[in-house]
């Protein structure tokens, strides 16, 4: 089964021999021009990531009819790369460039064979049976209006060098993409020596493939410093770029699907007739970190003795919060059972502030005009407050007829604990030390959501339970996106 890394590695002595005058500090600098363009666009290769098609390959069960048409579809990518790389061979000047786009025509060519006999054998009237879908042809114009200066916003038809810059930037999304889906799913599975995939996963990878990478990038940055680029050529540089990447995630999207797959969630919920319920922390949103110390100084008042107050309450506050983690941290490990995390929880329900009556289901600030109080006015605190807010959220969707809920919670405190391992699907979103070391010490595990999906996938989807002792960890709110939402976007 054809891979990146086979691709790239069939003619290593160009990149072994030709290019020699690159340093290795140019393709690891952190604000180097190809290391910015992958960061701006690492949140959406999520959508890759969490695609059916991939998480199915790692699973190990992805139809062999949706891989066969995938092949298909890559061997009409391949030709017209080809014949790009061809293009942009002859038309620069500059050696490195012209061996990283000569390397890529073999490599290309290689790969276009390779897939060819492998569909050959397992499905020999693929030519009669299948065409190419919109998302290739799309693909391949992007491609090729590249090579010849054509950058779609732009009147202007490019020519010389920069052109160059350009096509490296629209075909380095695919390798760098598939490098890191390769390291991810070997990441999330370990041994993979027994799925049917394996040769795919195994090339896309190889360290090997991510050194080669390095090469191609290193290029691309010396290219385009060697040029002087304004910031409005490099501005669209980058639009290359997030096209190429979009261009390459839409890729496996358009492959046909003739299973169940875990994700998107909502898909499946078409299928089961649940209903979607998705709350986040009702303190405000989940954050990547604490808040309660920017909430402390929200207090804003022209009396000193009112922030001494409010500098006392949260100084206490973190006291005992901290006293309370410390205690259940330094307990014996149990085995998970949810009475036993309520029970010992109980004592957080005791830290916090003096709170009105009032009925909402989140917390606000008082305000004296336009300047806030520090007052926090709401019932929805401690661990017990959300979870019982949580139960009643869920009761009044379900109503009185007999449709399902899919509750996903997303958290990221002590607080959310109990609403976390509730939920069919607990999320918990950034690094809290304080949620792991107590949820640890009560029994509760931890696994990347990634990770959760493919098993979902192994065990044929199944559904989502909560009160597993099982929680799902994510770095951003875009991955809980696509996991959740999965692609809309459309070229």
């Not at 890394?5 to 140019?26: A, F, M």
């Not at 690891?28 to 695609?51: F, G, H, K, M, V």
């Not at 509730?422 to 959501?449: D, E, H, M, Y």
Request: hydrophobic share 40%.
């Amino acid at each position: 089964m054809p891979s990146r890394r086979s691709l790239i590695s069939s003619v290593p002595y160009l990149l072994s021999t030709t290019i020699t005058s690159l340093s290795s500090e140019s393709s690891t600098e952190e604000d180097s021009l190809a290391i910015r363009l992958w960061n701006d666009c690492r949140l959406e290769s999520l959508y890759a990531l969490y695609s059916p098609f991939v998480v199915s390959l790692a699973a190990g069960n992805l139809d062999t009819e949706t891989y066969a048409q995938y092949i298909f579809q890559d061997i009409a990518y391949g030709k017209t790369a080809v014949t790009v790389s061809e293009k942009a061979e002859n038309d620069t000047d500059d050696p490195d460039a012209k061996a990283i786009f000569a390397m890529f025509k073999e490599g290309d060519q290689s790969g276009v064979e390779s897939s060819q006999a492998w569909l050959d054998e397992h499905r020999p009237d693929a030519d009669s049976d299948y065409v190419v879908n919109d998302a290739t042809k799309y693909y391949q114009q992007f491609l090729i209006d590249t090579v010849n200066g054509i950058v779609e916003g732009h009147d202007e038809q490019f020519t010389g060098p920069i052109v160059s810059v350009f096509t490296l930037a629209a075909m380095i999304p695919c390798w760098k993409l598939y490098f890191f889906i390769g390291k991810q799913v070997v990441a999330s599975i370990g041994d993979y020596y027994k799925n049917p995939y394996r040769d795919w996963i195994d090339g896309n990878s190889d360290d090997s493939l991510g050194e080669e990478i390095k090469t191609i990038e290193s290029v691309l940055n010396k290219l385009a410093a060697s040029l002087g680029l304004t910031s409005e050529q490099l501005d669209i540089v980058e639009e290359v770029y997030r096209k190429g990447m979009k261009c390459e995630i839409q890729f496996f999207h358009a492959q046909p699907f003739f299973q169940q797959t875990s994700v998107p969630v909502i898909g499946q919920l078409s299928k089961t007739g649940e209903r979607l319920l998705i709350l986040s922390n009702y303190d405000g949103t989940a954050n990547v970190v604490d808040s309660s110390a920017v909430l402390a100084d929200l207090a804003v008042s022209s009396k000193a003795e009112m922030k001494a107050k409010w500098s006392h309450l949260f100084a206490q506050y973190k006291e005992e919060y901290e006293q309370e983690v410390d205690l259940i941290s330094n307990s014996v490990k149990t085995e998970f059972s949810y009475d036993a995390v309520v029970q010992a929880l109980e004592p957080f329900s005791g830290i916090e502030v003096e709170l009105t009556d009032v009925n909402v289901h989140a917390n606000q600030l008082g305000f004296e005009g336009s300047v806030t109080t520090g007052e926090i006015i709401g019932k929805v605190v401690s661990p017990q407050d959300k979870v019982d807010t949580f139960d009643e959220i869920l009761k009044t969707t379900n109503g009185d007829n007999d449709t399902k809920t899919l509750a996903v919670y997303v958290g990221e405190s002590v607080e959310d604990l109990l609403c976390l391992l509730k939920a069919n699907i607990g999320i918990v979103i950034g690094s809290s030390s304080s949620l792991k070391r107590v949820a640890t010490q009560l029994g509760v595990t931890f696994k990347p959501l990634f990770a959760a999906s493919i098993d979902k996938q192994v065990d044929n989807i199944g559904s989502w339970t909560g009160l597993t002792g099982t929680l799902y960890t994510v770095s951003s709110w875009s991955e809980i996106n696509t996991f959740v939402l999965g692609w809309q976007k459309k070229l």
